[in-house]
């Protein structure tokens, strides 16, 4: 399946520009430190259906979601399992990193994505 043909709720634009330009810190670091300069093309904060995702690789069908403290309530544990249901339905690889992971991990997080897209990238 081709990146263009992924499906996007394109009212979902400000949104996600918005995300992008309030990003959290976590996100900025591993933005700025690791993906925006990785070899192989990362986005931040791409529609993908109706959901807006961290970031996202097309050559490696991977979807990194940093996840903060609200995502540890029942309700959005629930939401979570349904979106990564969805989105690995299109065949897409999710993986999700803890904030704290960025804050005490974040070498290691950097090695696990790098493994999975070298994995994925043939």
Known sequence: MKDEYLPRNKNLKEKSKSLRNN?????????????????VQFNRQRIIGNYIVDFYCF??????????????????IEYDKKRTAY???????????????????????CSVIDYEVKKRVR
Request: proline share 2%.
């Open 59 to 76: 050559k490696a069908r991977l979807v990194i979601e940093l996840d903060g403290s609200q995502h540890y309530e029942k309700e959005k």
């Open 87 to 109: 989105l690995e339905n299109l065949g897409l690889k999710v993986l999700r990193f803890t904030n704290l992971d960025i804050k005490e991990n974040f070498y290691e997080v």
């Open 23 to 39: 990003a959290t810190e976590e996100e900025n670091r591993l933005w700025f430190t690791f993906l925006r300069k990785y070899p």
